[in-house]
């Protein structure tokens, strides 16, 4: 069962004000909800996920999982029929589950200094939704526990990029944050910022420290302007062929993997 | 002005089977409309588009643009409402320009011997638009030539693919072949067929041949096991977190990364 409120406060989370304002998001899908409710909950309070509200699915679902749902005693499942999901699904073709889930602040007090212990990602205005899941999805096989993203980067909390992750948006610790003051604290800190730009030195001679920032720009636009002169190192990806530019989360995936190996 | 009856076929295109039927697709947006007449039309027998029937767009565009139509005076421009673009138009958002384009038959009797001067990709049921859309640029960043779809993989011509590539996938060459006739042709010409799979060898220690067949598998499968025989060189990407899995466009663009330099 579900109430008409439920299905009104659900459908609003399709608007970022909205789950800004109830602190709140839904998370789709078999393999999604799985991972949801795998989270180390020792945890729980250094991650995205304050809680599980409820985990809505249809009949086929609550009796093929019977056994996952006997794990969560204290945790809320309700039967919903397929015509109900559909009215609060976000995805083109619903699953067979929906979770709505409370989630922790994202902005924080920096302390680079004594906390950060490999690369963490910084993205500079990244703008769509399926970049944005991409790279923390790479993040997550890289072992790099930090994304943090301008204030002004697509929400966290679209449903589009919580899909593409496939579940490494509970394992990364995303972060929202003013851009500069970042910068100047990492400076300050000596710690090395890496970014990838038009004439930078190739990558694959690039040497890498064990920790230190890597900026990722937007997705037209690159690294703003304003950003550029905290670099410590700027690297481009080689191009050998005539494509104008790389994807930003394929261009991310590739500095990662020649950064933190 | 658009007839209704054009209006009709441009809708049909949606779907595969009139793609094929009609063996046209249209392209979308002032950036892609923009790399579609760029296209080198002396190279045209041997590329993805046949012909471009016809280019539809907005006064704004029209007006804007009038300097690039009297390059191409044999071509013809459409003036059309906002609102006639949006029934035809693919896109969430309908951009101010839309071409409709005859494109070239893309099977073909291989002979690798005497052709291949570099690397080729290989796609092995690749199902996700976006994700061919952005190998096809990443192909074009890198220089590849030849991407080989295996004849189940999502249809080139969906709008989500060609957009995805911006622009690229009229500079690179996409091939639907069977897969295993194309991987015993490379097997008996010698050359190598690289390909990402788990227990491979770390691909920043590999060595790489000047050219040779790179495999690119299933978003969920990996590559099909009717397949695995073939390749000479199995590679994997380490793994330093937990996310299960790298996407598979951001798998390819660090294969290609390291494979190519």
New interface residues.
């Given amino acids: 069962m579900i109430s008409k409120n439920q299905i009104k406060l659900i459908q609003s989370l399709k608007i970022k004000k909205y789950r800004h304002k109830h602190r709140a998001f839904v998370v789709e899908g078999d393999k999604m909800v799985k991972e949801l409710l795998s989270i180390d909950w020792k945890k729980e309070n250094e991650g995205l996920v304050k809680r599980i509200r409820v985990v809505y699915a249809v009949k086929e679902w609550i009796e093929q999982e019977q056994v996952l749902i006997d794990e969560y005693p204290s945790l809320q499942f309700e039967l919903i029929s397929a015509a109900e999901l559909a009215k609060i699904s976000q995805l083109q073709t619903p699953n067979k589950v929906l979770a709505l889930v409370d989630f922790n602040d994202l902005s924080m007090e920096l302390s680079l200094q004594n906390s950060l212990v490999q690369h963490a990602l910084v993205l500079d205005h990244l703008q769509d939704p399926?970049n944005l899941g991409?790279i923390i999805?790479?993040?997550?096989?890289?072992?790099?526990e930090r994304v943090y993203c301008s204030n002004d980067c697509v929400d966290l909390f679209n449903a589009k990029v919580i899909q593409a992750t496939?579940?490494?948006v509970f394992?990364v610790k995303p972060y929202y944050v003013a851009l500069e003051k970042l910068m100047q604290d990492a400076k300050r800190e000596g710690l090395p910022i890496y970014g990838a730009m038009l004439g930078g030195e190739v990558i694959?001679k690039s040497s890498f420290e064990r920790k230190g920032l890597i900026v990722i720009g937007n997705e037209g636009a690159g690294i703003r302007s304003s950003i550029q002169p905290y670099l410590s190192h700027k690297l481009s990806?080689?191009?050998?062929?005539?494509?104008?530019?790389?994807?930003a989360?394929?261009?991310?995936?590739?500095i990662c993997?020649?950064a933190?190996?």
């Fill in positions: 399926g991409t999805r790479i993040a997550d096989w890289f072992g790099i496939m579940g490494s394992r694959h990806i080689p191009r050998l062929g005539k494509a104008e530019s790389l994807n989360a394929v261009a991310t995936g590739i993997a020649i933190c190996l």
